[in-house]
């Protein structure tokens, strides 16, 4: 057999350099802007007690997914995430349309993310677009990403502690004026079928979280290390969700965090029309938390960058994209050209305008994605008890069969509510299998 060419190996291979707190920033730091905007527009929809119920079925989905999720990572740590644990599970077919899925959602969140960030700095800038603001923030943090993962992950994991000690901060400050009469003020303004059309933005306070899984080739003793990760981001990704739904809500409402006025338009920013409603909007304080703020939405940016070229790259390495996809940077051992690719994609999707849209298509990747991985982790358990498995979800089979049951559901609800958007989504994922069917596949 021949061996392989160091040279050719430094081209397709990543550099190992992060431990167990670069995991945890990274992985709050992928969710933590879902904290700042995004899940207020399911209020509309749901109302508080509407979204609280999507919200407690999300938490449980991700407490059951995660714990199932970081066997496949620990078992088979692979940059492309649920892309290789399918393809060994199910087979090249099913590792293929999950490694779309994947790719879809890590695509499609960062434009959502983006059209935020532009709407923040606008608030400081306002004679500068939105649009043309999101555009720098692509090209920034791109390079970035380019530059080498170590400074990457350093820069996110400082901007994620900033992130987390400024909602600590806003809760701190609004609490104290929380009324529970303002929790229950039009609790469930459409009925039962509202809390099925907050699913999607419920989904969005946790929507990247296995991005953690991606970067496994770059960590040091993943089998050990992803575990520390996994487990720690979601602890305190559920205690701030908890902290930040209530304290928001909590002092005026919700009809208070989602329109800044009567008859506006929903707005993408819940936490400054909740701070102003205690220090109203021109005190240093409110002027700080927004500044702070911002980190949130950078983190979450930053961070799914990051997870999306791996997935991309990882499909180029394979030849499932084109192969310049799959080469690393000779320089900086990153993804280059996946990095780039994916933020060309990521400005069209973002010059859409349709935020509300892109974030309910990330979260028909994300869904698909829970589904096959736990159907993955079934069989592979099934076909492969031999594997060596550094760690073993715990009350298994029940929490990927919950995690599974209720990823159905949620995939099941998002179609009958977006029938358009779920067309759109399942319309890329044919038009991909038959790229894959007809010209990769032999």
Same mark, same amino acid.
């Given at each position: 057999? *021949?061996?392989?060419?160091?040279?050719?190996?430094?081209?397709?291979?990543?550099?190992?350099?992060?431990?167990?707190?670069?995991?945890?920033?990274?992985?709050?730091?992928?969710?933590?802007?879902?904290?700042?905007f995004?899940?207020?527009? =399911?209020?509309?929809?749901?109302?508080?007690?509407?979204?609280?119920?999507?919200?407690?079925?999300?938490?449980?989905?991700?407490?059951?997914?995660?714990? !199932?999720?970081?066997?496949?990572?620990?078992?088979?740590?692979?940059?492309? #995430?649920? &892309?290789?644990?399918?393809?060994?599970?199910?087979?090249?077919?099913?590792?293929?349309?999950?490694?779309?899925?994947?790719?879809?959602?890590?695509?499609?969140?960062?434009?959502?993310?983006?059209?935020?960030?532009?709407?923040?700095?606008?608030?400081?800038?306002?004679?500068?677009?939105?649009?043309?603001?999101?555009?720098?923030?692509?090209?920034?943090?791109?390079?970035?990403?380019?530059?080498?993962?170590?400074?990457?992950?350093?820069?996110?994991?400082?901007?994620?502690?900033?992130?987390?000690?400024?909602?600590?901060?806003?809760?701190?400050?609004t609490?104290?004026?929380?009324?529970?009469?303002?929790?229950?003020?039009?609790?469930?303004?459409?009925?039962?079928? #509202?809390?099925?059309?907050?699913?999607?933005?419920?989904i969005?306070?946790?929507?990247?979280?296995e991005?953690?899984?991606n970067?496994?080739? *770059?960590?040091?003793?993943?089998?050990?290390?992803?575990?520390?990760?996994?487990?720690?981001?979601?602890l305190?990704?559920?205690?701030?969700?908890?902290?930040?739904?209530? !304290?928001?809500? #909590?002092?005026?409402?919700?009809?208070?965090?989602?329109?800044?006025?009567?008859?506006?338009?929903?707005?993408?920013?819940?936490?400054?029309l909740?701070?102003?409603?205690?220090?109203?909007?021109?005190?240093?304080?409110?002027?700080?938390l927004?500044?702070?703020?911002?980190?949130?939405?950078?983190?979450s940016?930053?961070?799914?960058?990051?997870?999306?070229?791996?997935?991309?790259?990882? &499909?180029?390495?394979?030849?499932?994209?084109?192969?310049?996809?799959?080469?690393?940077?000779?320089?900086?051992?990153?993804?280059?050209?996946?990095?780039?690719?994916?933020? =060309?994609?990521?400005?069209?999707?973002?010059?859409?305008?349709?935020?509300?849209?892109?974030?309910?298509?990330?979260?028909?990747?994300?869904?698909?994605?829970?589904?096959?991985?736990?159907?993955?982790?079934?069989?592979?358990?099934?076909? *492969?008890?031999?594997? *060596?498995?550094?760690?073993?979800?715990?009350?298994?089979?029940? &929490?990927?069969?919950?995690?599974?049951?209720?990823?159905?559901?949620?995939?099941?609800?998002?179609?009958?509510?977006?029938?358009?958007?779920?067309l759109?989504?399942?319309?890329?994922?044919?038009?991909?299998?038959?790229?894959?069917?007809?010209?990769?596949?032999?």
């Amino acid at each position: 057999m *021949e061996a392989e060419n160091p040279n050719q190996a430094s081209e397709t291979h990543l550099a190992r350099s992060l431990g167990p707190v670069m995991l945890w920033g990274l992985g709050v730091g992928y969710v933590i802007s879902g904290m700042y905007f995004g899940w207020n527009l =399911g209020l509309p929809e749901g109302g508080t007690l509407g979204m609280a119920l999507a919200t407690a079925l999300i938490i449980l989905l991700y407490i059951t997914f995660t714990f !199932s999720y970081t066997e496949l990572a620990c078992c088979i740590p692979k940059a492309g #995430g649920v &892309f290789d644990y399918a393809n060994r599970g199910l087979g090249k077919k099913w590792g293929f349309l999950a490694g779309m899925a994947q790719v879809i959602e890590f695509v499609f969140a960062p434009p959502a993310i983006a059209a935020a960030i532009g709407a923040y700095f606008h608030i400081f800038l306002p004679g500068i677009p939105v649009v043309v603001i999101a555009i720098f923030a692509y090209l920034v943090f791109t390079l970035l990403n380019i530059t080498g993962v170590k400074a990457a992950a350093s820069f996110e994991l400082i901007i994620t502690i900033l992130a987390v000690v400024e909602l600590l901060l806003f809760a701190g400050i609004t609490l104290p004026h929380f009324e529970w009469a303002n929790m229950t003020k039009n609790a469930l303004p459409n009925g039962t079928q #509202g809390i099925w059309a907050c699913i999607p933005f419920a989904i969005w306070f946790f929507l990247g979280l296995e991005g953690i899984a991606n970067v496994a080739e *770059e960590t040091i003793q993943p089998q050990k290390t992803i575990l520390k990760g996994f487990g720690s981001a979601l602890l305190t990704l559920i205690v701030l969700c908890v902290l930040v739904f209530m !304290s928001s809500i #909590g002092v005026a409402g919700w009809e208070a965090i989602v329109y800044a006025s009567p008859g506006a338009a929903p707005s993408d920013s819940p936490l400054p029309l909740a701070m102003a409603q205690v220090t109203g909007n021109s005190g240093w304080i409110y002027h700080l938390l927004i500044t702070i703020g911002l980190l949130g939405l950078i983190a979450s940016f930053h961070g799914i960058i990051l997870a999306a070229g791996r997935a991309s790259f990882e &499909f180029g390495r394979v030849g499932y994209f084109i192969k310049a996809m799959g080469r690393i940077h000779p320089r900086f051992k990153t993804p280059a050209n996946a990095l780039l690719i994916n933020m =060309g994609l990521g400005i069209i999707a973002l010059l859409t305008g349709e935020t509300g849209s892109i974030i309910t298509i990330a979260c028909f990747g994300a869904v698909t994605l829970y589904i096959i991985s736990m159907v993955t982790l079934l069989r592979l358990r099934r076909n *492969e008890p031999e594997l *060596e498995r550094p760690f073993k979800v715990p009350f298994y089979p029940y &929490f990927p069969i919950i995690a599974l049951c209720i990823g159905v559901v949620c995939l099941i609800a998002m179609i009958s509510l977006y029938p358009l958007l779920s067309l759109f989504y399942f319309g890329i994922l044919t038009l991909a299998y038959a790229w894959f069917h007809f010209f990769v596949k032999k």
